[in-house]
C-alpha cells in the first residue's frame, strides 16, 4: 500500500479547497479520523480508500500506489456505491474471471500472489474475505488491470480497455 494516501489525500483535499471536516463528512467519518489519516498515524480501509477516490474524484491507483506522483492525480469521474458488498461482488467476480481467463487453480494463483494456500483465493472469490490494500495492487499488477477495475468500475467481467487499443 502507499506509504503516500495521507500526503495525496492533503494535496486533493487543499487543492480542491475542502476542510479535513467537511471531507470527513462526506465520508461519515470523524474529523480526528481524516487528521490521523492525512498524518499517517492510521491506515486506510479498503471501504474507506474508495470512499475518499469517489469524494475526491481521483482513481483509487492514484491514492495507493507509491508510484504515481502525488501533485499527478488521476481524475475518476463515475461515481461508485462503496457499500462493502457492492465492492466485494465486482472484486470476487473480476478475480474469479480474471484466474479462469488465465486457466489458472486458486493454489497456482495463491502460488504466484505470495499466499500460503489457495483456501485464501476461495474466501476472496466467495465474498468471504475483502482483501488487503496490498493484495488488490499484487493482484492488479498480476492481471495487468488497474485497481479500479477490480473495484469500482462497472464492468461485471471483461477486461478493460487498454491504451493504445
Known sequence: MSNHVGEKVRFLRQQQQITQLELAHMLAASGSHMSNLEAGRKAPSLETIIR???ALR????YLIRDDVAIDEPET???RQ???RDAVLQKFTEKLRYLRTRQQLHQSQL???L???TQAHISLLESGGKVPSISLVIRIADFFAVTADYLLRDEIAVGLPNTPGE
Open 110 to 112: 495463491a502460488h504466484e
Open 76 to 78: 475518476y469521474d463515475a
Open 52 to 54: 475518499l477516490a469517489d
Open 114 to 116: 505470495g499466499l500460503r
Open 81 to 83: 456505491d462503496p457499500d
Open 58 to 61: 481521483v482513481t483509487t491507483d
